[in-house]
């Protein structure tokens, strides 16, 4: 008798549905598997064997062939041991034919017959629910990430031996509901209200956060960069729930999700070290898992000792930032992952870390400073909207008593103006300045006559390029809307523009 059970393969983020046939034959017994499995999949029928057998049903004395299909599609990991030993028991008439119609199927098996976690259950749930399926059975540790999807049910299942009394109607295991009514996360361990002084990196920092821009700090050692980035999070405005799900998602594709609450509910924030490397950046591997830049999606990536990092690997970020996805390349064709990350680096500006400092003498040679700055190419520069100086703190700033304004504070206006971006970008992809295309600059960017008056002076005297032009529109844009001005006035064109001029030292 031939069995066929519904499960699931990940391609990049998007689920695949992949049909499980098992045939039993009549020949000596053993397990093929076929349709384009992996070495892990393969390893399945040890798993299968034992589980059928310490679940008390009988093991098949004949030869069982499955095959997964469609064959286009390379199976990869222990998902379908689940839907095999499923099938098995269904060809060798151990279970009722139909008993898992409308059904998909997921999980590991662990040789005694209990389920194992597996990755990527968000998007498999998600596909089930779009191909129509009325349920689904997952492993139960991942019951809660899956029941994140709305109108399909969840079966949590913890055995074989478990579920197999369910599809003969001994047991009834409820569908698993989650509260979909998920707060943000507030607590976030460093807030601005601790940082003292540096009022004017603060203010590009909520500026940046306002419209997604990214920003570089550049300042000497123990000037407080790292400790601005690191604050960060505490006034990134918080996720909608379908960024909330959008994240999560990539994580869980990645395998990187909290085990007991499987959401990420904080925009994200990636601090990879300059060690890292190409493939961990963008993503790789034999098969491929999101990198940093997409684990960063809809939130920060900060690279701390920006020019650190290889050359190679920085390059490489020039795609993502520009197309807000990242593109891997591999034998069997390319794979997309959404890369839309916000950019915050810190650097000191020469490799003894005080040239321009007013107080301590730089050490380096001017061509050594000149070859430290150009580790960050032009190109790489020119997608940086925002790049500010960090002056050292005075004695009197940091011993003052008084604390400064806090991050909710902080939250709340640049939440405002995020407001104002996302009523303005309605029914539309963008969802924040930075993201505009040159039509949605042309028509939400517009300069007064004054405005591009300052606009031709500054496109000469400090050689802005095409890309830097429409970069200073989309900044001025999100500074009006800070000061919930409906025209960009020549002041936030200023400001904007002040962001762009070179240091003295760079
Ligand atoms: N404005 C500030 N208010 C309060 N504390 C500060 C401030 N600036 C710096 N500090 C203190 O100094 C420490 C060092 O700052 P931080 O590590 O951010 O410097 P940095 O600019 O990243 O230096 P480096 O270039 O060496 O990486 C912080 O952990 C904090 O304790
Ligand atoms: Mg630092």
Not at 305 to 321: A, N, Y
Not at 409 to 419: F, G, N, P, S, V
Request: overall charge neutral; proline content about 7%.
């Amino acid at each position: 008798m031939l069995a066929q059970i519904s499960s699931c393969a990940v391609v990049g983020l998007d689920g695949v549905v992949v049909e499980v046939e098992v045939d039993i034959g009549s020949s000596l017994p053993r397990i093929i598997i076929v349709g384009l499995p992996d070495a892990a999949v393969q390893e399945s029928r040890e798993r299968v064997r034992s589980a059928i057998r310490n679940s008390g049903f009988q093991s098949v004395r004949h030869k069982i062939t499955v095959n997964l299909a469609p064959a286009s599609v390379r199976k990869e990991g222990p998902v379908y041991d689940l839907p095999i030993a499923l099938g098995v028991l269904i060809a060798s008439r151990q279970l009722p034919p139909d008993c898992l119609d409308g059904a998909m199927v997921l999980g590991e098996l662990s040789l005694d017959g209990s389920l194992r976690h597996v990755t990527g259950v968000l998007a498999m749930a998600s596909l089930a629910r779009e191909e129509g399926f009325k349920r689904v059975y997952v492993p139960a540790m991942d019951a809660p990430e899956a029941a994140l999807i709305p109108d399909i049910e969840v079966i949590p299942v913890e055995s074989l031996a478990q579920q197999c009394e369910m599809l003969f109607g001994r047991i009834n295991i409820p569908p698993f509901e989650i509260n979909r009514d998920i707060k943000p996360e507030t607590h976030f361990p460093t807030d601005f209200k601790d940082i003292k002084g540096q009022e004017h990196v603060k203010r590009a920092l909520e500026v940046a956060a306002a419209g997604f821009h990214n920003l570089l700090m550049v300042g000497s050692p123990g000037a407080g960069k790292t400790l601005l980035a690191r604050a960060m999070p505490s006034i990134l405005p918080s996720m909608v729930f379908d960024e909330i799900l959008e994240v999560t998602r990539i994580y869980s594709i990645a395998d990187q999700l909290p085990p007991r609450e499987p959401l990420i509910r904080q925009r994200p924030f990636r601090a990879p070290h300059h060690t890292i490397s190409h493939a961990g950046l963008v993503g790789g591997g034999n098969w491929p898992r999101p990198g940093e830049v997409s684990l960063a999606h809809r939130g920060v990536l900060f690279l701390d000792e920006f020019p650190e990092f290889s050359s190679r690997v920085l390059e490489v970020m020039r795609q993502p930032m520009e197309d807000k996805t990242v593109t891997i390349s591999r034998a069997a064709g390319s794979l997309t992952f959404p890369a839309n990350f916000q950019l915050i680096a810190a650097m000191n500006p020469c490799p003894c870390g005080y040239a321009g400092d007013p107080v301590k003498h730089c050490s380096c040679a001017s061509s050594t400073i000149t070859r430290y700055q150009k580790r960050i190419s032009g190109p790489l520069l020119d997608r940086i909207d925002i790049q500010i100086r960090v002056p050292r703190v005075e004695y009197e700033q940091l011993s003052e008593k008084r604390s400064g304004e806090t991050s909710e504070t902080i939250r709340t206006r640049i939440e405002a103006a995020r407001q104002i971006q996302s009523e303005r970008f309605i029914d539309t992809d963008v969802r924040a300045n930075a993201d505009m295309g040159p039509a949605d600059v042309s028509k939400y960017c517009p300069l007064t006559s004054d405005g591009e008056k300052i606009m031709r002076a500054a496109m000469s005297q400090m050689g802005l390029t095409a890309r830097a032009y429409h970069r200073v529109l989309k900044l001025s844009r999100t500074i009006a809307d800070l000061a919930r001005e409906e025209n960009i006035a020549p002041t936030h064109l200023a400001e904007a523009l002040q962001y762009r001029t070179k240091m003295d030292v760079m």
